[in-house]
């Protein structure tokens, strides 16, 4: 190395390195700030009302705050359809800054946007990683939580359960058997007052162990089922992580809301558990005909696992939605007499003193009119949520970035004067007596389209036998005020307060 380069060099080393320094500092800066901002609006929809906060909180939070504060109050649906009313069909709930850490959340009402998501662009408009990690430890690999082809192998299996032959044979017996159980219940009380909403919520239970798993579940004998508060907590957490940060930390530190959900998890799976070793041997018996046994019995080899996640989604399809949609309609019949004595007269006159038969279940359209009325208002299913798995923008006009949270709001849809009219909050069954049938993305309350309820025809068979018997054999008043029974906030739309009647045998 010659003397010259030696000297450069050693110029160089004693030069003031600082404003160097201190430029790559400010390009970095400059860089990760674009970063931060280009993936701040990224995230966000545009063309929709949005939703946030005034001032420092708006900035911070966006509209979470005033959500949870809905959650809190029993007033999250309510909430959100007046909302709907003023601020238009389709809200972008912004959350300031915590934006990096929850996926956007749009909330429509719009029947075209609906059926885009439904309909048109189905294979877009998926379960998605954000619904798939919130509900992984309830609802595992079952139906509710997947998509592609894991989703398609169920739906054809489980499809096979709802034969006319299956429904005569099996299904009706069970619906039938048990419906009888609670008129016995009811009429063997001593208590002044019972809780209806958990009856027919052991109603449901006990017909789907049957039905979905050969199980006796016997929650109808013996209320003190271990199933039943963890499936209710577990239920609320499916929601509430939607608008909970961090959630999967605080999980993880057994803290707020998530204190006790692994405890409740475990509980749930390890009950499941116990109902699919028990089936496994007896595949030979009728126990073999129901839908996990048809599953063991399609020659797949299914893991225990996944086994576990089937029972757990049976139940939540079949136990809950059903349970909720007659204490509803029962709450609803209550309140309207004139309702009550229509549906007494249509029994009698189909029935008269004869027991309640399936073939003639069909004729009950008052009763069906009525049921169909509750669930308009009342849906058992608020709030679907789909993922855009690309960037997608809706009829109206909303754009969504990948990976946005879309839910429609079926709870609003119900109550939307656009759709249904100036009466739309109105109790009122005979708007669907000669109606022409209702668009199904108008009135999703079943969902529509490839992913339509698989329940929908068990449901109506259900809800119709127990409405009518517990007509024909029960008269109910509400033992509190009409505004003490209050919704839960969960993913499907319980009674957080129960429903507290006198019974009266007639
Ligand atoms: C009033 C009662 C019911 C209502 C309102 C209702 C509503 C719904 C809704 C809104 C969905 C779509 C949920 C989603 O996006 O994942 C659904 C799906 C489903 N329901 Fe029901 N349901 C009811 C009863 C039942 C019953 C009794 C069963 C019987 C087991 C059942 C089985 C299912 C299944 C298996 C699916 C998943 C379908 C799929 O993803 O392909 N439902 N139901």
Known sequence: MSSATCALRSQMGQMDKTPLFGLGISIACMV?????????FSKMPTG????TQPGL???????????WKYILRYEAHSGLAEYHEQEGDTLYFDFGLLRYFMPAVVITRDPRNVKYMLKTKF?????????????????????????????????????????ANRFKQH????????????????????????????????FTL???????????????????????????????????RFVLPCWRLLRFLGLGPERHSRHHMQKLREYSRQIVVRLSSSLDTPAGDSFVGLFMKSGS??????????????????????????????????????????????????FGDQPITYDQLFQLTYTEAVLRESLRLYPSVPMDPKCPSEPETLPDGTFVPRGTSVFYN????????????????????????????????????????????????????????????????????????????????AATLGMSSGLRCYVEMR
């Open 206 to 240: 006990d017909s789907i162990g049957e039905i979905g798993f050969g199980t006796d579940i016997g929650s109808l004998e013996n209320p003190e089922s271990p199933f039943l508060g963890s499936f209710d907590a577990a239920q609320r957490l499916m929601f509430i």
């Open 57 to 67: 909180v708006g900035l911070l939070l966006g509209a979470l705050p005033e959500m």
């Open 301 to 350: 080899n299914y893991s225990v696992e996944f086994l576990v996640d089937l029972v757990l989604n049976f139940i939540i399809a079949g136990r809950d939605t059903t349970a909720q949609a007659m204490s509803w309609c029962l709450f609803l019949i209550m309140q309207h007499p004139e309702v009550e004595e229509r549906i007494l007269q249509e029994v009698q006159s189909v």
């Open 32 to 40: 990760v700030s674009a970063i931060v901002v280009k993936q701040y």
């Open 171 to 202: 299904i009706w017996k069970v619906v039938r058997k048990n419906c009888d159980k609670v008129i016995s219940l009811l009429r063997a009380s001593q208590e002044p007052t019972v809780d209806i909403f958990n009856v027919l919520n052991r």
């Open 48 to 51: 929709c009302a949005f939703v």
């Open 410 to 489: 079926s709870y609003a849809m119900g109550r939307s004067t656009n759709i249904w009219g100036a009466d739309a909050l109105e109790f009122r069954p005979d708007r669907w007596l000669n109606a022409e049938p209702k668009d199904p993305y108008e009135y999703p309350v079943f969902h529509a389209g490839p992913r339509e309820c698989l329940g929908k025809r068990l449901a109506m068979v259900e809800m119709k036998t127990v409405v009518a018997s517990l007509i024909k054999h029960v008269k109910l008043r509400l033992a509190v005020p009409v505004d003490a029974v209050l919704p839960d906030t």
């Open 123 to 163: 294979d877009s408009f998926v379960k998605g990683v954000t619904f798939h990690t919130i509900g992984l430890d309830l609802l595992g690999d079952g139906i509710f939580n997947v998509d592609g082809d894991l989703w398609f192998k169920q739906r054809k299996t489980a499809s096979q359960m709802f034969t």
